[in-house]
């Protein structure tokens, strides 16, 4: 059963013609992974040039500024994880027939949403790239955070998403199968990375930081 979220989602716009609406389309530049990766390092990489020059802060102030930027991803992300999550629900409803029928006709609507939600078309999204990071010790290791978060949800989450698009008219379809399998795998992956930043910026000022709340995907019961 697929319940209304608890609080409204951003959303870049109300015009039709800004969302897409064919699942089966090659990828926008947006979704390669490759040249993701690419701009968000070198996004990063520009911030924390300026950023790592040396400077005279307490222990204590870099630790406010770390879990400052985390607690800003977190906030971002925000509208993207939610969509992570509903998308894998759908996707397990409609799996195990338990869809409610006065649901079925909102899954195209809810699954464009989603695809929304985790694209450079949405605000929170794009607002990971206007981030401030520390210019304390912990700066490269923040900026791995966002860069890593910005994957999470712009390449593994929303190929995902389109994958369970197309996988929703057509159950057996092999490319979003591999598609979803793939971008399952990169959940993770990044998932993991993250975590491990956020470690290794603890680790460094001896301190147990904020968690970087990205869900474990895809969701228990999500595949046949």
Same mark, same amino acid.
């Given at each position: 059963?697929?319940?209304?979220?608890?609080?409204?989602?951003?959303?870049?716009?109300? +015009?039709?013609?800004?969302?897409?609406? +064919?699942?089966?389309?090659?990828? #926008?530049?947006?979704?390669?992974?490759?040249?993701?990766?690419?701009?968000?390092?070198?996004?990063? /990489?520009?911030?924390?040039?300026?950023?790592?020059?040396?400077?005279?802060?307490?222990?204590?102030? +870099? &630790?406010?500024?770390?879990?400052?930027?985390?607690?800003? /991803?977190?906030?971002?992300?925000?509208?993207?994880?939610?969509?992570?999550?509903?998308?894998?629900?759908?996707?397990?409803?409609?799996?195990?027939?338990?869809?409610?029928?006065?649901?079925?006709?909102? &899954?195209?609507?809810?699954?464009?949403?989603?695809? &929304?939600?985790?694209?450079?078309?949405?605000?929170?999204?794009?607002?990971?790239?206007?981030?401030?990071?520390?210019?304390?010790?912990?700066?490269?290791?923040?900026?791995?955070?966002?860069?890593?978060?910005?994957?999470?949800?712009?390449?593994?989450?929303?190929?995902?998403?389109?994958?369970?698009?197309?996988?929703?008219?057509?159950?057996?379809?092999?490319?979003?199968?591999?598609?979803?399998?793939?971008?399952?795998?990169?959940? #993770?992956?990044?998932?993991? #990375?993250?975590? #491990?930043?956020?470690?290794?910026?603890?680790?460094?000022?001896?301190?147990?930081?904020?968690?970087?709340?990205?869900?474990?995907?895809?969701?228990?019961?999500?595949?046949?």
């Amino acid at each position: 059963m697929i319940e209304d979220p608890a609080a409204p989602r951003t959303r870049p716009g109300d +015009d039709p013609a800004s969302r897409p609406t +064919d699942t089966e389309a090659k990828p #926008a530049w947006y979704r390669r992974r490759a040249l993701l990766v690419g701009v968000v390092v070198v996004a990063v /990489v520009a911030v924390t040039v300026v950023t790592d020059l040396p400077q005279h802060t307490s222990r204590a102030s +870099d &630790v406010a500024a770390a879990n400052a930027v985390i607690a800003e /991803v977190n906030t971002d992300m925000a509208p993207c994880t939610f969509a992570a999550n509903e998308s894998f629900t759908i996707y397990g409803d409609e799996s195990h027939g338990t869809l409610a029928p006065g649901d079925r006709s909102r &899954v195209p609507g809810l699954l464009r949403d989603d695809q &929304v939600a985790c694209s450079f078309t949405n605000e929170s999204i794009y607002a990971l790239s206007d981030i401030d990071l520390p210019g304390a010790s912990v700066g490269k290791d923040m900026g791995t955070v966002v860069s890593t978060v910005t994957l999470w949800a712009t390449s593994d989450a929303l190929g995902a998403i389109e994958a369970i698009q197309t996988l929703s008219t057509k159950p057996t379809d092999h490319a979003a199968l591999t598609e979803l399998a793939s971008s399952e795998r990169m959940l #993770a992956a990044d998932r993991s #990375a993250t975590d #491990a930043a956020v470690h290794a910026a603890g680790t460094l000022l001896h301190a147990t930081l904020s968690a970087v709340t990205l869900p474990v995907l895809p969701t228990p019961g999500a595949h046949p």
